[in-house]
């Protein structure tokens, strides 16, 4: 799930610059910074993700952080009346944290260490 949030961001970047250079914006400067605070949200996301794969643990907790930070955004965007974009937050928000959660009870075999 992370990587594909990375993923996304990553496109996000891709369409906001595509964007500046076709229409332009009355504040470049603005949109570049932004495409480079979302590549880095990116980048991390990316990389959760590969330590996700690769059986990590540690990334659970930054997982759980990072979605329980979309849930406001969810709420923010029903705020603003996009509904639909809303709950498409809140579900991918709340499959990340479920996923998580779910994946640090499994690594546990209830065997202590020796």
């Not at 495409?35 to 330590?51: E, I, P």
């Not at 990590?56 to 955004?73: C, E, H, Q, Y």
């Given at each position: 799930m992370c990587a594909l949030q990375g993923l996304f961001l990553l496109g996000f970047c891709v369409w906001s610059l595509v964007e500046l250079s076709s229409s332009g914006s009355d504040n470049?400067?603005?949109?570049?910074?932004?495409?480079?605070?979302?590549?880095?949200?990116a980048v991390g996301l990316l990389a959760l993700g590969r330590y996700w794969v690769v059986g990590a643990d540690w990334p659970r907790t930054p997982t759980i952080v990072w979605n329980a930070l979309l849930l406001p955004v969810a709420w923010g965007?029903?705020?603003?009346?996009r509904i639909l974009i809303a709950l498409a937050v809140a579900l991918v928000a709340l499959i990340g944290i479920g996923s998580a959660v779910?994946?640090?009870?499994?690594?546990?075999?209830?065997?202590?260490?020796?």
């Amino acid at each position: 799930m992370c990587a594909l949030q990375g993923l996304f961001l990553l496109g996000f970047c891709v369409w906001s610059l595509v964007e500046l250079s076709s229409s332009g914006s009355d504040n470049p400067s603005r949109v570049v910074m932004e495409v480079l605070l979302v590549a880095v949200f990116a980048v991390g996301l990316l990389a959760l993700g590969r330590y996700w794969v690769v059986g990590a643990d540690w990334p659970r907790t930054p997982t759980i952080v990072w979605n329980a930070l979309l849930l406001p955004v969810a709420w923010g965007l029903v705020q603003s009346e996009r509904i639909l974009i809303a709950l498409a937050v809140a579900l991918v928000a709340l499959i990340g944290i479920g996923s998580a959660v779910a994946a640090g009870s499994s690594d546990r075999s209830g065997s202590t260490p020796a």
